[in-house]
């Protein structure tokens, strides 16, 4: 009886540390998918690893694409090439044409606690 | 020996629990367990999809775990916003394709969340089955969703008290599914206020019954931060990726409802 109290007490131990394993996964995770996207760069041969600066929905209102937060000159700019093969179509909302989809990879930076460790 | 009986069962539904093939989560740290170079072409190919559509906004899920070890009714692990975007890479160059907006589990708080933008390679990053489920709202509903995250009042619906099985009906815990609803239905009605959503949503929406094991849920929400049944009175009733899709398609608001795989196949749901 005691063993299987002993038992129990062992299993509640590990799933305890089972869910603070899985956390700390997390960097260890984000760092090996780093490590594998920039390794598989040589193999994907027009797609390369890229990481953002900078991220803005597409907004379209009023027949005129617009990037939220930016001043309406430079999103003009932008977008003229994010929308070209639906350009026709960008005087109403509902169009169904295709959109343009870079063929860079496009990944998140890995964690900040990463980042400042690796330097 | 009666009672090392019960000790006995009890550490087999612990065990049950604790093992991976419990509940799913929303975590954005699971390792690959697909080759990098599949994960990247199949990453692109539904982004090409989404696009080929003409979609500027839509609700997108992955398969983190196998649907054999999931509740029944419940194929997707993970749902998640996904808006067509002009991003500017590291070196200045600006490219289009989809940013994805995530309620994630935070990192070694399972009860906690944050929102997290990603893009589709580490969406798919550690999935079980490459295989995407895409929903694509109405025109307008999507015009309105792109409004609310393009204007930051999406953060405003955030709550960080995280549960794997949260119940769309109030409050108290979210989860991302929850969280793609409130966004879907803040769009929709115009609004920020939550207990509003929550009124429309108990009105509308048709959750689906976790139907798992008591033994399951009564030593998960024991022992497992991100499992718990206090937001519950009685039967377990949460949102998944499917039963957004229904509302949408129920309502008119779905112009597309599929699954995509890697090998191209696209099934209705």
């Known amino acids: 009886m005691k063993r299987v109290t002993s038992a129990l007490i062992m299993i509640l131990s590990m799933a305890s540390l089972n869910t603070q394993a899985a956390g700390s996964a997390h960097h260890s995770g984000q760092a090996s998918k780093h490590t594998a996207l920039a390794a598989s760069e040589g193999v994907a041969s027009t797609a390369k690893v890229a990481s953002v600066a900078l991220v803005t929905p597409v907004i379209v209102a009023g027949g005129v694409s ?10 003009g700019d932008a977008l003229s090439d994010g929308l070209k093969s639906s350009h026709a179509s960008s005087h109403h909302h509902h169009h169904q044409h295709t959109l343009i989809i870079t063929e860079h990879t496009i990944t998140a930076d890995p964690a900040p606690s990463q980042v400042i460790n690796k330097k | 020996m009666k009672s090392t009986t019960v000790y006995l069962f009890i550490i087999v539904s612990i065990f049950s629990f604790i093992s991976p093939n419990a509940l799913a989560g929303s975590q954005s740290d699971a390792p690959s367990q697909h080759a990098p170079e599949q994960i990247i072409k199949f990453a692109k190919d539904v982004e ?18 196998p649907e054999k070890d999931l509740p029944e009714g419940i194929k997707f692990t993970h749902t998640a916003v ?25 990192s070694g708080k399972a009860n906690k969340s944050e929102l997290v933008v990603d893009y589709p390679v580490d969406f798919f990053w550690g999935v079980h089955e490459l295989t995407a489920g895409i929903l694509i709202p109405s025109a307008e509903v999507q015009d309105k969703l792109i409004d609310l995250i393009a204007s930051g009042k999406d953060k405003t619906l955030h709550n960080q008290n995280y549960s794997v099985i949260a119940n769309p009906f109030n409050s108290t815990f979210q989860n991302c599914t929850e969280y793609t609803l409130d966004l879907l239905n803040s769009a929709i009605y115009n609004t920020q206020d939550v207990a509003q959503l929550k009124v429309n949503a108990k009105a509308h929406f048709q959750a689906q019954r976790v139907k798992t094991s008591p033994f399951k849920l009564f030593f998960g929400s024991m022992f497992m931060d991100d499992v718990t049944t206090q937001d519950h009175n009685g039967k377990v009733y949460t949102t998944t990726f499917t039963t957004i899709g229904q509302y949408l398609r129920e309502n008119k608001l779905a112009s597309e409802f599929i699954t995509y795989t890697a090998d191209g196949d696209i099934n209705s749901l």
Do not use: C, M, P, W
Not at chain 1, 66 to 75: H, K, N, P, R, T
Not at chain 2, 57 to 62: E, H, L, P, T
Not at chain 2, 86 to 106: C, F, K, P, R, S
């Open chain 2, 82 to 106: 996904a808006l067509y975007s002009n991003i500017t890479l590291d070196n200045g160059e600006i490219v289009q394709g989809y940013a994805i907006h995530n309620l994630y589990q935070q």
């Open chain 1, 66 to 75: 617009l990037v939220a937060g930016s001043v309406v000159a430079e999103a």
């Open chain 2, 48 to 65: 090409k999809y989404a696009a080929s559509k003409g979609a500027r906004a839509f609700i997108i899920a992955r398969v983190g775990r």
